[in-house]
Structures are given as C-alpha cells and as structure tokens.
C-alpha cells in the first residue's frame, strides 16, 4: 500500500497534473477502500510512539496514555497558576531574610565598635595607672638602697647633697604624677563623653603620654 500511500500524496501536494488524475483513480480508491486498516496502523504507531515518550518522561512512573490528558492539563495549570504563586512567596521570604540579615549585621557592627571604644578606654586607663605605679615602685627601690648604702657605708657629703635633692624632686614628681593622673581620669571621662572626636583627641594624649613615660624612665634609669 506504500505505492497507493505516495500517490495520493502527491496528488493532495499538488505534485499530479489535473489530466493525469484519471489514470491515477484506481490507486485511490484501493487506497480509500483499506482506510480502515491505515487508520489501524497508524493508531497503534501513534501509541507506540506516546508510549515511548511517557517512558522517557518518567522512566520511574510513566503515565499511562488514558492520562495524559489530565496529566498535561494539570502540568499546564501548575506552570500558569502554583508555581508563579509560589515563587512569589519564596521571593517575599527571601526579601525578610535578607532585611533581618542585614538589621542583625548593622547591630554586630554597632556592638563591635562599642567594645572596642570601651577596651581602648580601659586600656589607657590601665596603661597610666600602671606606669605610675612602675614609677613609683621604682622610687621605693632607689630609696630603699640609698637606705642600706648609707647604713653601711658612711656617706659623702656630695651623696647626702644629692640624696636630699632626689628626694625633693621625688616628692615632688610624684606630686605631679597624682595630679597628672587625677587629670588624665577626667579627661578620659570627657572623651568617654565626646564619641569620635573624643577618641582622636585621646590618641594623641596616647601619644604624648606614652613619650613622658618614656622620658621619666630615662631620668630614672639615669638615676640608677
């Protein structure tokens, strides 16, 4: 029926001129008289065929092809109406997330740099309460060896000259150190006070305080 097949064909392409349809009638009424077995044919090659597809859809569980209407008319509806809904939702949950995320990042932030304000601050603290009482620990020390020197050897006058003038400029540096570190406390409370600009302010007290410990502990080391 293949030859039938082709004729008929051409002849509904437009491929067989009008004069020559005649010549060609037996053909198509052999073929319109097995049209029932074409249509049986190609029926179960169309099944076939469905059958193949569904398998290679879902190899686990193809549908069966009674459903697949239903199947690509549900599929249709998911695609149009559920997930659009659903994306929307997930892109609301998203857009919370991200607004929590970043309110929690600022207030780390925040926290982060109070802490380092107020470890900064306790450490100067710490740093000029220490150095004074380095210094003073240090004036204990010379005295008390100017103590046994003296208990055991008899002194020079130039010594006791000497002894007594460190001693004034002891009582008197230490004086300067309480009055240094009284004030130092009530400056760092005003820059405790004052934010950012307080804080450069109190680098550069860092600095100089730093540069006048070193310089004592030069004095004393030229004591020594």
């Given at each position: 029926m ?5 004729i008929t ?17 037996a ?5 319109l008289s097995?049209t ?6 190609l ?7 469905a ?11 193809p ?12 599929l ?7 997930l659009?809904?659903?994306?929307q ?18 207030a780390?932030?925040?926290t982060?740099?109070?802490?380092l304000e107020?470890?900064?601050h ?8 220490s ?26 006058a ?10 004034k400029?002891?009582?008197s ?8 570190e ?29 540069a006048?410990i ?5 004095e ?5």
């Amino acid at each position: 029926m293949h030859t039938a097949i082709e004729i008929t064909t051409a002849q509904l392409s437009g491929q067989i001129e009008d004069s020559d349809r005649d010549i060609l009638s037996a053909d198509i009424s052999f073929l319109l008289s097995h049209t029932p077995t074409i249509c049986d044919a190609l029926s179960t090659y169309l099944s076939v065929t469905a059958q193949y597809l569904c398998q290679i859809a879902d190899p686990a569980n193809p549908p069966p092809l009674e459903e697949l209407n239903t199947t690509a008319t549900k599929l249709h509806d998911l695609a149009t109406h559920t997930l659009p809904a659903e994306l929307q939702q997930v892109r609301l949950h998203l857009i919370n997330a991200l607004s929590t995320t970043l309110s929690t990042h600022l207030a780390l932030l925040k926290t982060s740099i109070r802490i380092l304000e107020q470890t900064q601050h306790g450490a100067l603290a710490r740093q000029t309460r220490s150095s004074a009482d380095l210094l003073h620990s240090r004036s204990i020390l010379l005295g008390l060896q100017a103590q046994l020197h003296m208990l055991t050897h008899p002194p020079p006058a130039e010594v006791i000259a000497a002894l007594k003038q460190f001693k004034k400029m002891q009582g008197s540096g230490e004086k300067a150190l309480k009055d240094r570190e009284q004030l130092a406390k009530r400056e760092l409370d005003l820059y405790r006070r004052a934010g950012e600009k307080g804080m450069r302010d109190l680098a550069r007290r860092k600095v100089s305080v730093v540069a006048e410990i070193a310089r004592v502990e030069g004095e004393i080391a030229g004591w020594e």
